[in-house]
């Protein structure tokens, strides 16, 4: 397989992917929604994203359609994430996903959520290889775009295989593989393992992606040079930076990388992502704003006592005074 380095190659089975970039935004589900994207592509267009996960089954049922209904208007490459332990569902949702614009399918391997993992979905199909090969193999065979799983490096450390249960996914035609370096036992504690992803990684053909604990620019270009990864996958590191992603992709490409938004413009950001959300939600905008403005409001003085008004905000109105004044006070 063509190997880039400035991006990565995706045959598909129809369709085939090149991206333009080795950095990817991993899926966070209450995190990576419409609005969340747009700011992310604002310094780094041609990366790959994804919406929230999809769950196959609520999907069947007509709930978390809007996930997949505003694929088509998405500025750039746009990965839906599939989560479900049975393949029929999967199959549709991935069909419905084509349709609607996905840029790929990707299947949830990794999620430790005890109410998902414990049916059997999610990091529940690290227990059961071979229903999460059926599940690879039906999809691949739904879709013409490419098709790629996202897990971790096993249910528990006794059990832990990450190469055995990664080459039953290539074989069963998975076109890339993003390794969280963590057991599902491990949930988000201890660090993520480098060193195993990189095992994993020397012994597949298909695209690896290293995950877990990448939140600057450093810790991506150490991660890529232990591991030999194709790219990286940020999560947490995202959340409150959008401008990281663009950061990373420049420092993997040798580009300049550029610095971190001004005090005035993190607020004008602020103020972008919170009246996206209330043009897109009404009110409700608000509740899903706050998380992201304790995320953002940070690193210049004050930034504690405003990010403790905009929390605390009962109105958007009140919202976006504590904003618009904060603006005045840096002319
Ligand atoms: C709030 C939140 C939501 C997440 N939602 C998803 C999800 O929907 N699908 C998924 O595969 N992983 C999900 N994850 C896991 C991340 O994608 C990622 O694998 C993990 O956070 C490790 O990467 P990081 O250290 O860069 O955050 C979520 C993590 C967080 C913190």
Redesign the pocket.
Known sequence: MEKLLSGINLPGSGISRNLRSRVIQ???????DQTFRQLIRKWAPDTLI?T??VNATSLELGHGECKVNELAAEQGPIGV?L?DHRPAPMVNAAIKAEESGAYLI?I?M??PVKKIAHKGG?SGLLKEPTLATEIVQAVVKAVSIPVTV?TRLGWCQDSSDPLGFALRLQDAGAQLL?L?G?TREQG?SGT?NWGAIGAVKQKLDIPVIA?????SCSDALRCIALTGADGV?????S?GSPWLIGQIDAAIKGNPIMQNPEPKEIIKLILEQLNSLLEKKGDHGLLIARKHMSWTCKGFPEASCLRNALVRAQTPMEAIKLLEDKLVSFN
């Open positions: 991993s899926p966070l589900a209450g995190v990576t994804f929230e996960m994430q989560l990707d949830n990794g999620c999610g996202k993003t969280h963590r988000f993520s995950n877990g604990d990448i939140k996958m940020i999560g947490r590191g959340m």
